[in-house]
């Protein structure tokens, strides 16, 4: 968390840049599930701004409600209290289709299950994400080839899941996040289901590719290896932020 | 389409699911097929029994046959006439009543021959036919008389002959001369036909099956016959040949096959013909008539009954009710067994084609939350379960139709033979010998084999795919519908 220096200055740089337009803002959001007795309030009103371009780190232990934040985001599910403006606009107003249209136009998703279509190909996995869209064949077929190749998988691209790796499989659900040229990618434990080796590649290519491109990127994780290349790191217990690492980051240049 | 592609590669990458779905369609509408063709094959099998009963025009037949007053069903003796029909039918049968005075016929000792007719039925005037013709519903109206002619030869005993009484001896349908022993007795059933009205007459052209029909003139019809099938093999009488009949000789031109239950005389002549030989000019005593169409039947029996006193009129559906045999069992448990059996099957099949889309979609959760989350709209995902279903099937109808096809053609190649059995005589009572259902003629009682096919027609097939389709897009709602369900959200769930 704490990091080189250089490293830090650099995160500074970027998350300055795009300071202007917030991506997220939440208030006092909430999201409870069932009524009376059996409520259950998996996330309880929480106040959180994400800057466009961050890297956002979630951590926290399993029912702590970092999973529900990330349908949140994702704009996957609405808040059962408060608000949450995703670039300005109020996702608890908007109805199905048009939030399946927003995670069209702006969302990327990456899962620690991978979710591969089991019965396409690595390119059809990247063209199912382009199918909605209304472009040519060849040009979906041309967007699905360049994005297996950005993350190195072009001679694979004609392999079935079962024919990858678990890394590889992970690396075609990136291409597909970022087919789209998505302005977030939400990426629910993307190393949960690798060894170390394969997990280190796959974040590597998120964090060079965050880089990049410059989206939004949230992440939900287990492993505090990763907190290092974060931007910012959040922690969640029941349901509340615990600890925001930018609170900290700024209570530390404080002192 | 990239949706077609993916529809396609869930069906050929889950082959498993997808053959059992289709396979599951398949046999139900296989069965579906199966059953239509074999009930289609019955259909057809009675068709065959009934084409030749029913003749092929005629709807209604109208006779006057005696009836009997105590109606015990010991049938035959003319003892159970009524006085008056009695008196009726001596007058019918003058000609018999005579006394058989065998010193008419010649010297004890030389060889006589005898030939006489003998009617069964009243007759009334020709002019009766006339008159059902005007009456509403029918279209047209033939008449017929039906005799037996009877030949008696032999040699004239010494001395007291047995009397020969009352018709009452001669049973028709010929036989031995009793005691008599040095007599060669013969009766051939003679039918007088309207030349003029061929399709309408008891024998028609159609049942010609050597030789041709009557000459349609009655002028150049006069001194041809047409005989029945069995009496020609009985006889030995080929086309070309002479028959003869009341000692009067005619060219048989044809040859006609017995219709099961429908009239069968030995022989066909023109009525004219008859009547002259007969010696009674304008007399008839059936009339064949048909209606104008199906529905005014009922109508017109009753119109009938009411115009012609004592008429017995016996329509084709009447004839068509009295077949019976393992070809009746079998119409009727096609009917009523295989019709439930089929729709059981159908209705598994597609209780089983939608529990596995439903069981697909449930494992499918994820894959289905992920296109959700993906930015699939709800109508793409579940135009993508339901075309599934859909293309399932289609799969399945096309296997089912196969099924059924191959199916069918093994009931063809194995041609299980079925009875049909026609009683001879007319509902009602115990058997009334005098009242032949159609005509006078004998009526050709008895049984014939027919074999069944199972003729699939592509109604049928169609039929088949359709209602697959049907069980598939049942399949894709259910499934559809519970996809719709499914929440983006589900995508993320296993994570949790």
């Known amino acids: ?255 | 389409m990239f949706y077609i592609r993916y529809l396609g590669a869930e069906l050929r990458r889950r082959p498993g699911r997808t053959a059992l779905t289709a396979l599951g369609l398949a046999v139900g509408v296989g069965l579906v097929v199966v059953v239509g063709a074999l009930s289609k094959g019955l259909d057809d099998a009675q068709a065959a029994v009934l084409e030749p009963l029913t003749g092929v025009g005629t709807d209604i037949s109208v006779s006057r046959p005696l009836s009997v007053a105590d109606d015990d069903g010991s049938g035959g003796a003319f003892g159970q006439l009524l006085p008056r029909e009695q008196r009726q039918l001596q007058r019918e049968n003058r000609e018999h009543n005579r006394e058989f005075n065998f010193a008419e016929l010649g010297e004890p000792g030389e060889r006589f021959a005898e030939d006489s007719f003998l009617s069964t039925q009243l007759s009334f005037p020709a002019s009766e036919a006339a008159k059902i013709r005007a009456l509403d519903g029918a279209e047209d109206a033939a008449a017929t008389l039906t005799l037996n002619a009877t030949h008696v030869e032999g040699v004239v005993p010494e001395g007291g002959a047995p009397p020969l009484g009352g018709p009452g001896a001669h049973a028709p349908g010929g036989g031995g001369f009793g005691a008599g022993g040095g007599f060669e007795f013969e009766s051939v059933s003679v039918s007088g036909v309207d030349v003029r009205k061929p399709a309408l007459a008891v024998v028609t052209p159609d049942q010609v099956t050597q030789g041709r029909y009557l000459s349609e003139a009655p002028k150049r019809a006069r001194g041809e016959a047409v005989v029945d099938l069995a009496f020609a093999r009985q006889n030995e009488i080929e086309v070309g040949e002479e028959t003869e009949v009341a000692g009067e000789k005619f060219e048989v031109v044809g040859v006609a096959s017995a219709p099961l239950g429908g009239d069968a005389s030995d022989v066909y002549v023109e009525l004219g013909q008859l009547q002259d030989l007969w010696d009674r000019e304008g007399r008839i005593n059936a009339i064949q008539v048909r209606a104008e169409s199906a529905d005014v039947v009922a109508g017109l029996e009753d119109e009938i009954v009411a115009q012609l006193e004592g008429a017995d009129v016996v329509t084709a559906a009447d004839l068509a009710d009295r077949v019976g045999g393992s070809l009746a069992d079998a119409d009727d448990l096609s009917s009523k067994l295989g019709t439930v059996l089929a729709i059981v099957a159908l209705l598994a099949a597609f209780l089983i084609a939608t529990l596995l889309t439903l069981s697909s979609v449930q494992k499918r959760t994820r894959e289905l939350g992920t296109l959700k989350a993906l930015g699939w709209r709800q109508r793409l995902v579940v135009r993508q379960v339901t075309g599934e279903s859909l293309v399932q099937g289609v799969l399945g109808g096309l296997l089912g139709a196969a099924l059924g096809v191959g199916a069918a053609a093994i009931i063809d190649a194995i041609g299980p033979t079925l009875q049909a059995s026609v009683e001879g005589q007319a509902a009602g009572g115990g058997g009334d010998p005098f009242a032949s259902a159609f005509g006078q003629g004998n009526v050709a009682a008895g049984s014939t084999d027919v074999v069944l096919g199972a003729p699939v027609d592509v109604g049928l097939l169609a039929l088949a795919v359709g209602l697959a389709i049907v069980g598939g897009l049942l399949a894709g709602a259910a499934g559809g519908l519970r996809a719709a369900r499914l929440r983006p959200a589900e995508a993320l769930r296993s994570a949790e």
């Open chain 1, 1 to 255: 968390m704490t990091g080189d220096p250089s490293n830090d200055r650099e995160k500074e740089t970027m998350s300055t840049a795009s300071e202007i337009t917030p991506t997220y803002e939440l208030r006092e959001a909430s999201r409870s599930y069932g009524d009376g007795p059996t409520r259950v309030v998996a996330l309880d009103a929480l106040d959180l701004t994400i800057k466009r371009g961050e890297f956002v780190a979630v951590f926290g232990p399993s029912g702590s409600g970092k999973t529900t934040l990330l349908q949140l985001l994702g704009a996957l599910d609405r808040p059962s209290g408060g608000s949450i403006q995703f670039e300005g606009q109020p996702l608890e107003e908007l109805g199905d289709l048009a939030l399946s249209e927003l995670r069209l136009r702006a969302m990327g998703f990456v899962f620690q299950q991978f979710n591969l279509i089991p019965t396409l190909t690595a390119a059809e996995n990247v063209e199912a994400a382009l199918a909605p869209l209304a472009i040519s064949r060849l040009e979906r077929r041309e967007k699905a080839a360049e994005h297996l190749e950005a993350v190195g998988l072009a001679p694979r691209a004609e392999h079935l899941p079962t024919q990858l790796s678990g890394g590889e499989q992970q690396r075609v659900a990136i291409a597909r996040a970022l087919s789209r040229s998505p302005r977030v990618v939400v990426a629910d434990e993307p190393t949960g289901n690798l060894d170390s080796g394969n997990g280190e590649m796959v974040m590597e290519l998120l964090a060079r590719l965050h880089g990049e491109l410059e989206i939004t990127l949230i992440l939900v994780t287990h492993d505090e290896w990763i907190a290092e290349r974060a931007d910012r790191v959040l922690r969640l217990a029941d349901g509340r932020l615990v600890n925001d690492s930018a609170g900290q980051a700024a209570e530390e240049v404080a002192r």
